[in-house]
């Protein structure tokens, strides 16, 4: 693993986070640190929130752009906000708080639309191997992005994004298009 990606995971706030390992059909397992679950690709809970605005031209989506200090995926555009739940925290709830931590505003009406398990090996050594729930809500409040999340954030309409997805997946983190073609099917 190579000394950025070190440096990063010790700078990270949540590195000793309890995360919880599920099976595949996201039943609880155990538990593991952060850095445990990322360094060994140990399949464990996650949630992508994608939050969403009305305007007089139609439904738009918030993208962020992952932060450059982000150990794995810097500078790629995902949901809105992804991360993973405490063990004993309900998913709801950790979507909420992590809403705030990373882009500093709440969510309406947040609700599940799916899930999805993938496993993505990156070339620092790292593995997210999660089962991921994919949640939807309407913006509360106004977005102020900690820097040490997320590098920028836009909204993009829904036929803009189908076809930034089509044309250039490799712009996006490697669960964002999964999320987003499912929030995408929602809205739709």
Known sequence: MDSF????????????DSLILV????????????????TEGLLHRAFSVVLVRATPDGTQLLLSRRAQAK?????????SCCSHPRDGEELLDAARRRLYEE??????KLHEIGAFAYRAVFPQGLCEHEY???????????????????????????DELAAELA??????AAWAPMVLSMALAHLT
């Open 5 to 16: 990606v070190t440096e990063a995971m010790a700078a990270d706030p949540a590195k000793n």
């Open 23 to 38: 099976d595949g059909l996201d039943r609880q397992t155990g538990v593991a640190s952060k850095w445990q679950a990322h």
């Open 71 to 79: 150990y794995h995926s810097a500078g790629l555009w995902a949901n």
């Open 103 to 108: 882009l500093g505003c709440g969510a309406n």
């Open 132 to 158: 991921d729930h994919v949640l939807v809500g309407s913006i509360e409040g106004t977005v102020q992005p900690s820097p040490s999340e997320v590098d920028e954030v836009r909204w993009t309409g829904i």
């Open 167 to 172: 044309n250039s997946p490799d712009h996006f």
